[in-house]
C-alpha cells in the first residue's frame, strides 16, 4: 500500500525572513491540486541560486523551516510570473536538517514528512503573521484582475491546471 503524501518540499534561494515577510513560499510551477492535500512545507536552501531574490544563507540543501499549510494560492506577482503560485502557512518553525534536499532536477517534490527524518517532537511553532506587503500587491476593486489572476483564482476553486481553464471575453 502506498502512504499519502503530506509534505510540498521546496528548493528555494529565498531566507526565512524574506519568506515569512510574502506570507510564504512562491513564485512555484506545482500541481495545485495535490499541494492543497498536502499538511506541511518543508523550505530547503539553495546556496547556489544567483538570483537578485535569492538572500537565503543556510548551508546548501538544508531544510530551514517547515510551516503547516494553511492555502495554495496564486502567486502575488503574476504578472511577472503567470501559473505560479504560493504555498501559505498558518504556523511555522525554524530547523536545522541538513542535507534534506534530494538533488531532484525539479525544485518542487512531493513526500512523507516521515521520509524526510523530520521530527516534530521539540519543534516550537509560532503562528504566521499576516504580512500587509503580501496582499498590498493584489488587485483593488477599482483595476479588477488580470487574465492570469483570473485564471490562476478559478484554477484553485475548481482543483485543475490553470492552462485548463479558458476566459472568453465578449463585447
Known amino acids: 500500500m502506498t502512504e499519502i503524501e503530506d509534505t510540498v518540499v ?5 531566507s526565512l525572513e524574506k519568506i515569512l515577510s510574502e506570507g510564504g513560499s512562491q513564485a512555484w510551477k506545482l ?19 544567483y538570483e537578485a531574490f535569492a538572500d537565503g544563507s543556510e548551508p546548501h540543501g538544508s531544510a530551514f523551516l517547515i510551516g503547516r499549510i494553511s492555502r495554495i494560492s ?10 505560479r503560485w504560493k504555498i501559505e502557512v498558518s504556523e511555522y518553525a525554524r530547523i536545522n536538517e541538513p542535507d534534506v534536499w534530494a538533488g531532484d532536477r525539479n525544485p518542487v517534490r512531493y513526500t512523507r514528512l516521515g521520509a524526510l527524518g523530520i521530527d516534530l517532537d521539540g519543534l516550537e ?5 499576516r504580512s500587509t506587503t503580501a496582499t498590498a500587491t493584489l488587485p ?20 485543475v491546471e490553470v492552462d485548463s481553464i479558458e476566459i472568453v471575453i465578449r463585447g
Open 140 to 159: 483593488d476593486a477599482s483595476t479588477g484582475l488580470t487574465i492570469a489572476q483570473a485564471k490562476a483564482g478559478l484554477a484553485i476553486n475548481y482543483g
Open 125 to 129: 511553532f509560532q503562528k504566521m503573521e
Open 31 to 49: 500541481d495545485a491540486a495535490r499541494a492543497k492535500r498536502c499538511k506541511w512545507l518543508v523550505c530547503t536552501q539553495n546556496a547556489h541560486n
Open 10 to 14: 521546496v528548493f528555494t534561494g529565498k
Open 74 to 83: 496564486p502567486s502575488t506577482k503574476p504578472d511577472e510570473m503567470p501559473g
